[in-house]
């Protein structure tokens, strides 16, 4: 049996957030400005008034698809990914719309990423426990920017290692470390040598 490794995409593989936000403000003259707080309460106009959390969402229907290709790679994202690769089955699982999923593989394509894509609507603890039974991992390592994913694995997927990973600067020192992760850590280089880690003791989260 192989490990797994389940990792999110934006702002764990690709910045997402200072691309969403200069779009905002070049396309919609909305400043946008997220310090741990929700999306919504992020975005203002200028006269000072925040979106509601409706025109939130319509505001990321507008980025994805249609701006995708404004992304950028996270450094050190790619190789760390092709070294783990040697050793596990790797399955990039995004909270995008369905309709997305063939903008995402190609997108991650274009960096030089060329792994399964899987989309999901709300909580990644069902959907996790999904890919762990059908792959019957020897370990398996989950990596996600967002605290209430990993609740969501700890609920229902609790033998599954947790990785806190916010990519972007500006953002994590805004961002609490998850209560439910195992650990938190920013960067792809010391992250890879925690996941391989994982992987060489071969057993799950919770033995």
């Known amino acids: 049996m192989k490990p797994l490794l389940i990792t999110d995409c934006d702002e764990v593989l690709l910045h997402m957030v200072r691309h969403f936000g200069t779009w905002l ?45 404004r992304q950028t790679l996270v450094p050190h994202a790619r190789e760390a990914l092709a070294v783990l690769a040697e050793q596990a089955d790797i399955v990039v699982l995004t909270n995008l719309q369905d309709h997305c999923r063939t903008h995402r593989i190609d997108q991650l394509a274009t960096h030089g990423i060329v792994h399964r894509v899987e989309c999901n609507q709300g909580g990644k603890g069902p959907p996790v426990a999904r890919l762990v039974a059908e792959y019957d991992p020897s370990v398996t390592v989950f990596v996600d920017d967002l605290a209430v994913h990993h609740q969501s694995v700890a609920d229902t997927a609790p033998d599954v290692f947790r990785l806190h990973m916010v990519s972007e600067p500006d953002l994590a020192v805004h961002v609490p470390p998850a209560p439910a992760a195992h650990a938190r850590i920013d960067d792809w280089v010391e992250s890879r040598g925690w996941i391989e880690a994982r992987f060489a003791e071969g057993r799950p989260a919770q033995a």
Not at 42 to 62: F, H, I, Q, V, Y
């Open 25 to 69: 403000k070049d396309a919609h003259a909305i400043d946008f400005r997220l310090h741990g707080g929700g999306f919504a309460e992020s975005m203002t106009r200028a006269d000072g008034t925040t979106l509601e959390p409706l025109e939130m969402w319509g505001m990321l229907d507008g980025f994805f698809p249609g701006e995708m290709a």
